[in-house]
Nanobody
Framework: QVQLSESGGDSVQAGGSLRLSCAAS????????MAWFRQAPGKEREGVAF???????SYTDSVKGRFMISKDIAKNTLYLQMNSLKPEDTGMYYC??????????????????WGQGTQVTVSS
């Protein structure tokens, strides 16, 4: 059974940094497009950072230059390094895995597997 397990969420002050991790079991990340999404209260889940199986990365405009997505193939773990955090980065962060060729469009329906989420709270 495929499992994605996020960790690393915390409460930090604006300007701080966090690194989120997503460990996968029964799923080989190198075969999937992996992504981080976030969902703020009352808002839809939005794609934040994407890493295709061809090592192409993509970021939503609001996090460009501040967030970096990466993966450790040996550990089968996805990361999201978040720097210069802002209050608007607050939300539940989820990692997702997509087997489609369209994952960069950021549609949640393209992602077959999801983790349970990890909470990030940024205070001003």
């Amino acid at each position: 059974q495929v499992q994605l397990s996020e960790s690393g969420g915390d409460s930090v002050q604006a300007g701080g940094s966090l690194r989120l991790s997503c460990a996968a079991s029964e799923l080989t990340m190198s075969n999937y497009c992996m992504a981080w999404f976030r969902q703020a209260p009352g808002k839809e889940r939005e794609g934040v950072a994407f890493l295709t199986r061809y090592a192409v990365t993509s970021y939503t405009d609001s996090v460009k230059g501040r967030f970096m997505i990466s993966k450790d193939i040996a550990k089968n773990t996805l990361y999201l390094q978040m720097n210069s955090l802002k209050p608007e980065d607050t939300g539940m962060y989820y990692c997702g895995a997509s087997y489609t060729h369209y994952c960069l469009r950021g549609a949640t329906g393209d992602f077959a597997y999801w983790g349970q989420g990890t909470q990030v709270t940024v205070s001003s």
